[in-house]
């Protein structure tokens, strides 16, 4: 059974706070990770896809880091604003090609 | 280009009926997945497609449901005999090929089943 674990469940921070996320996953047959976010009454948007072992990605104030060995992934998110309010998705990907997503992290950033 | 396009938004079905949900993918994608969100819940796995084929659909329902992604035309999922635990939202994600391209999703369907 494929299992994806996201923690914290939710999250409340003031803004400028500098705030991280925790995604477990199986770590055989590992082939993708993914970061999702998804805001209230939109669809999910891709932030990330993480293939290798050690693989960091950047995108403005938010990264990401990969261990496959260990299987786990963080997503950091710098100074945070009220626009960055929303829930972040993980989703493991194993070689059959199936993207399991997690329970998800809500972020609410207080002004 | 337009995204992941879905219909309806919102289906309204009386237990016993028919449910047919439709996603048609961005241009060029041939990999379609669904997902089910049950309230207060994650997006749970159904069925992964590629044109004229079925991947996997180990998150399915062994009955009532299926699932078909035809050389031409949308994605459907279809769901037969509603139950009213069969309401949940049901989005569509489409890429371009698998395991390490982004999915990009529509904006999902809404099932009430009264």
Redo the contacts between chains.
């Keep these: 059974i494929l299992n994806v674990e996201q923690s914290p469940q939710s999250l409340h921070v003031q803004e400028g706070d500098s705030t991280n996320f925790t995604c477990s996953f199986p770590s055989s047959n590992f082939y993708a990770l993914h970061w999702y976010r998804w805001e209230t009454a939109k669809s999910p948007e891709a932030l990330f896809v993480m293939t290798l072992n050690g693989d960091e990605k950047k995108k403005g104030r938010i990264s990401a880091t990969l261990n496959t060995k260990e299987g786990y992934s963080y997503l950091y998110i710098k100074g945070s604003q009220p626009e960055d309010s929303a829930t972040y998705l993980c989703a493991f990907s194993s070689n059959t090609g199936k993207l399991i997503f997690g329970q998800g992290t809500t972020l609410q950033v207080k002004p | 280009n337009a995204g992941?396009m879905q219909n309806p938004r919102h289906l309204v079905r009386r237990r016993g009926q028919e449910a047919r949900l439709r996603c048609s993918p961005m241009k060029g994608h041939s990999?379609v997945?669904w997902?089910r969100q049950l309230p207060e819940?994650?997006?749970?796995?159904m069925v992964?497609l590629q044109k004229e084929n079925i991947?996997?659909e180990?998150?399915m329902p062994k009955e009532r449901f299926s699932a078909e992604f035809p050389k031409e035309g949308p994605s459907i999922l279809r769901i037969q005999q509603v139950v009213r635990g069969d309401s949940a939202a049901y989005?569509c994600?489409s890429s371009p090929s698998?395991?390490?391209?982004?999915?990009?999703?529509?904006?999902?369907t809404q099932l009430s089943v009264l």
């Design positions: 992941v990999h997945y997902y819940e994650g997006l749970k796995f992964y991947i996997d180990s998150g989005f994600a698998h395991l390490d391209e982004k999915l990009f999703f529509g904006s999902g």
